[in-house]
């Protein structure tokens, strides 16, 4: 399975340092495996991104096909964004975007095609204000083939209502 390259027109050009750093330790970790397992993502290496970064569980497959998603692991800036914290929770009862199918599309695309997502998202958040968001979601596998976790990393540029 080809990997996509890092430098395609659009993606690392045009997002936050902070994504563009991610990806890049990302990709060292997985080396020439389709993707990294998550023993090998140290926390100690990306301490500054630690309040940005959510590891999420691909626990199974649902009746339709579609992937049942976990939060194991929250940053604390995600859960000053949301004014909750949703680590244990499904995707469904915790999540954060423009509406639960764009989540759950999101990691589906990752799940599925088994490589990373770049997602620059505008939208109103639940509390009225307007929100731009860098999200990047990558892939993990303990066995290097089937996606079983998600690490996301996301920023969060807040501009405020009537913006």
């Known amino acids: 399975m080809p990997h996509p390259s890092p430098s395609e027109p659009g993606f690392l050009e045009h997002c936050p340092k902070e994504v ?63 004014g909750h914290d949703p680590t244990g929770k499904r995707i469904e009862e915790g999540f954060w975007g423009p509406s639960l199918e764009d989540v ?13 997502l770049y997602d ?3 939208y109103v958040t639940p509390g009225g204000r307007r929100s731009k968001e860098s999200t990047i979601f990558l ?3 303990e066995d290097g083939v089937s996606v079983t976790q998600v690490l996301v990393y996301s920023i969060s540029h807040e501009r405020g209502a009537g913006a």
Not at 104 to 116: G, L
């Open 104 to 116: 759950i599309d999101s990691y589906e695309h990752v799940r599925k095609k088994r490589t990373y």
């Open 120 to 122: 620059p998202n505008a």
């Open 20 to 82: 563009v750093e991610i990806f890049r330790y990302w990709e060292a970790k997985r080396g020439d495996r389709p993707m990294p397992r998550r023993a090998d993502i140290d926390p100690a290496d990306i301490p500054r991104h630690l309040p940005g970064i959510l590891l999420v569980d691909v626990e199974s497959v649902d009746n339709h096909g579609v992937g049942v998603f976990r939060y194991r692991v929250v940053g604390t800036a995600e859960v000053t964004l949301r």
């Open 139 to 141: 892939p993990l596998s």
